[in-house]
């Protein structure tokens, strides 16, 4: 079975720093990668995906994500945060093929200070 | 986007009564929905596959005679949460699963629309 950890629970920036959440999932297979949002008070929202193709994914919001094979990983970036992106972060990833259970990380509650 | 609606947002019940909560998926249809739950500072945890017209599959641990799952319709799911403890308040999230139809080049894909959330407190 897959497994997700997001190391980083809590973090808080200041606006237009940079931001660099990690994820590290664990699968013996080919796999397919999310970051949802939770932005307070809504529901969640895919952010991006990876499924093939380009490791460098883009998502809404100037967010983007690089799967590295080797390291396991999908850490989200953004090279300069607003207020605007105080939410929760959730890293997700389900075996490819078809259509397979999405195994969520336990969530980075990220808090932009202006 | 696509919507999904959970009703009710929020509900507190007394040990050994039942609640029921819906799923709707407000402008596609779905004929497969899924059910989480989430407690404070964790992760989604998967309970079940809700599938229209079949039986539910349950997660491994998740107990099908204490959340009932019906999926009678394309754009309704409902979990009841029989006979109540206080052990059972938790946030339960649900989704519904969609085709979207990739950019130029993209093909389609399956995409997980997530409702706001239903906040059960067991007094």
């Known amino acids: 079975a897959q497994s997700v950890s997001q190391h980083n629970h809590h973090v808080i920036l200041s606006e237009a720093a940079s931001l660099e959440l990690g994820c590290n999932y664990s699968?013996?297979?080919?796999?397919?990668l999310f970051w949802y949002v939770q932005y307070p008070g809504q529901h969640l929202q895919l952010l991006l995906k990876y499924f093939s193709g380009d490791p460098l994914v883009k998502g809404i919001k100037g967010f983007e994500a690089e799967f590295i094979k080797s390291k396991f990983s999908f850490n989200l970036r953004k090279p300069s945060v607003q207020w605007s992106d105080t939410a929760e972060y959730f890293c997700a990833v389900s075996p490819s093929g078809g259509y397979q259970k999405v195994t969520f990380g336990t969530g980075t509650k990220l808090q932009v200070i202006p | 986007g696509a919507v999904v609606s959970q009703h009710p947002s929020r509900v507190i019940c007394k040990s050994g009564t039942s609640v029921k909560i819906e799923c709707r998926s407000l402008?596609?249809?779905?004929?497969?929905m899924f059910w989480y739950r989430q407690f404070p500072k964790q992760s989604l945890m998967l309970m079940a596959t809700s599938n229209e017209g079949s039986k539910a599959t349950y997660e491994q641990g998740v107990e099908k005679d204490k959340f009932l799952i019906n999926h009678a319709s394309l754009t309704l799911s409902t979990l009841t949460v029989t006979s109540a403890h206080p052990e059972d308040s938790s946030f339960y999230i649900c989704s519904a699963r969609a085709w979207v139809s990739g950019l130029a080049g993209e093909v389609p894909y399956n995409e997980q629309f997530f409702g706001p959330g239903t906040r059960l407190t067991v007094l």
């Open positions: 402008d596609f249809q779905a004929t497969t």
């Open positions: 699968y013996g297979g080919t796999v397919n």
